[in-house]
């Protein structure tokens, strides 16, 4: 078996499971607000992973978390657009509790998957992840995350988005815009889909 990497880029999705297991910290639950801060300053990517890795498990079928974690990506997303530095989180995402039981049994499910996934990623086409293209990035995260309000009452609803909000995270945590582009490309499916949904 091959010795594991120590660099968060080199795992984005692994390390951001790592990550949420130190905030837990042994405790029944686990709030938002901690989890977001445990990320320090290079939150922006691993947090968009981690709202789309969740809304894509039974995470996702509780009622209110779709509308909770759309609000946490549309948080971080406007901050990423507008260039901001230190990462800045609403004190009403400290009362949306995790059952830390919920979370391990979801992180023991798709590690095992993760670490396959992270084996591909790799530093590709950096323009398309980094500067100007987060900028893009930003807008369709926003756009996709507004969808978790309707789509969050439908069981499930919310994979599709969240399933590209995680691509657009690991994108620009790995500094891969084969990740982004591909992610921009099913983006424009998803819009259409809801709008002829919506219609």
Excluded: H, Y
């Excluded at 609000?71 to 507008?82: E, M, R, S, W």
């Excluded at 059952?99 to 323009?127: C, F, H, Y």
């Amino acid at each position: 078996m091959s010795e594991p990497k120590d660099n968060a880029a080199d795992t984005p999705l692994q390390s951001v499971l790592d990550q949420v297991e130190t905030a837990m910290d042994g405790g029944e639950s686990v709030d938002l607000k901690t989890v977001v801060e445990s990320f320090g300053n290079r939150a922006f990517g691993p947090i968009m992973v981690l709202c789309g890795l969740c809304m894509m498990t039974p995470l996702g079928a509780i009622p209110g978390i779709p509308p909770a974690f759309g609000v946490i990506v549309i948080v971080f997303a406007l901050q990423l657009l507008f260039r901001r530095n230190t990462p800045w989180m609403p004190n009403v995402l400290a009362r949306v509790k995790i059952p830390s039981a919920k979370l391990t049994a979801v992180q023991n499910k798709v590690r095992p998957i993760l670490a396959k996934i992270d084996g591909i990623i790799s530093p590709r086409l950096e323009w398309a992840a980094t500067g100007p293209a987060q900028v893009i990035v930003s807008l369709i995260a926003i756009i996709l995350s507004l969808t978790f309000f309707p789509l969050g009452m439908v069981p499930f609803g919310v994979v599709a988005p969240a399933f590209i909000i995680l691509l657009l995270g690991l994108g620009i945590t790995a500094r891969d815009g084969v990740i982004v582009l591909l992610a921009f490309g099913l983006s424009m499916g998803v819009f259409f889909g809801v709008v002829s949904l919506l219609l």
